[in-house]
């Protein structure tokens, strides 16, 4: 299995590779929504479209959506 999180993030797009980083610090879903002039439930979608790229990038079956 890779975990290469570093050459995952270079293929996100910037905005979602910044966004993807602050979250994964822990931060809470609000404060990355405030930060990036979004709705804590858009930062909640990206979230999960983050997991399905992480799984598809690991080599894992991603449901079709």
């Known amino acids: 299995m890779k975990i290469d999180f570093t050459e995952w993030l270079k ?3 910037y905005r979602i ?3 993807a980083k602050l979250l994964a ?3 809470q ?5 405030e930060k990036f002039n979004l709705s804590a ?4 979608q990206i979230r999960k479209e983050l997991l ?3 799984k598809g990038f690991q080599g894992e079956s991603v449901p079709a959506a």
């Not at 439930?41 to 909640?44: A, L, N």
């Open 11 to 13: 293929t996100l797009p």
């Open 17 to 19: 590779r910044r966004i």
């Open 29 to 33: 879903t609000h404060i990355v929504a």
């Open 52 to 54: 399905e790229t992480w």
């Open 25 to 27: 610090t822990g931060e």
């Open 41 to 44: 439930g858009r930062i909640s």
